[in-house]
């Protein structure tokens, strides 16, 4: 398949968080189009087995690659954790999960104190992190932490406040008193919560936002394979749902950071 530099960027996730990955797309790259699926009959991703998050991602890629995308980003944690070796294998344009480059940016922030990964139960229990972490310097030392109530406290729009901040204190102690000067947030919800996240480690731990440096590596992709779009486009973003666009189109505004005008609801079938 021929891509073009007009085509658009495809992106998923399992519902609104992949949104924050899209956000800093758009901010990265302010002339590319997009196309944006949440599938939002199937969420959450992370508490579902390997096997089932990977049939899923293969579906959602199937649904992008039908609207002629030169690039796929797997915005979801859980399914980057268990499904990009299977999309890599069956796309023919380039994948981009949020692990690698969030692995990467937490290796070029550290001071040698250690990493900590905070995420779904489902990443975190594939160990892709830590593995990702350790493939790029081995003498790296990773603690992990499945911290699921972040998920709907970001929904839910409770950001600030007593709820978050004890939640917080809850999952993230252990961080702060064990010397981790690196904290990934690995679960696109979490930036909504970095707020209450950076007061409970302390102002000394680097948060690294893999939405961030995924963005930057897509950059980098598409200036390597002169695909970026010209600058004098004007983009387009699509977004489509498997269920609820109502509830989409409301909470992804928080997520993106800007009005999402409508989502069209789609049915794949399996």
Known sequence: ????????????????????????????????????????????????????????????????????????????????SVALPALEAALPVPVVGVI???????????????????????????????????????RVRVKARACPLFVPLAEEGWTTGDVPMLTAREYLGEFARDGVDTLVLGCTHYPLLKGVIQEVVGPKVA?????????????????????????????????????????FTEVGARFLGRPIASAEQVDLKF
């Open 1 to 80: 398949m021929r891509q073009a530099s007009h085509s658009p960027i495809g992106v998923f996730d399992s519902g609104v968080g992949g949104l924050t990955v899209l956000k800093s797309l758009m901010e990265h790259l302010p002339h590319e189009s997009t196309v944006y699926l949440g599938d939002t009959a199937r969420v959450p991703y992370g508490t579902k087995s390997g096997e089932v998050v990977t049939r899923y991602s293969l579906k959602n890629a199937e649904f992008l690659l039908e609207r002629g995308i030169k690039l796929l980003v797997v915005a979801c944690n859980t399914a980057s």
């Open 207 to 247: 948060l690294v936002d893999s939405a961030e440096a995924t963005a930057q590596a897509v950059v980098a992709l598409l200036e390597g394979m002169e695909l970026l779009a010209p600058a004098t486009s004007t983009p387009s973003h699509t977004y489509f749902v498997t269920d609820v666009p109502e509830r």
């Open 100 to 138: 690698g480059p969030g692995a990467q940016a937490a290796l070029a922030r550290t001071q040698g104190g250690g990493v900590g990964v905070i995420g779904t139960q489902g990443t975190i229990r594939s160990g892709a992190y830590q593995r990702a972490l350790e493939a790029q310097d081995p």
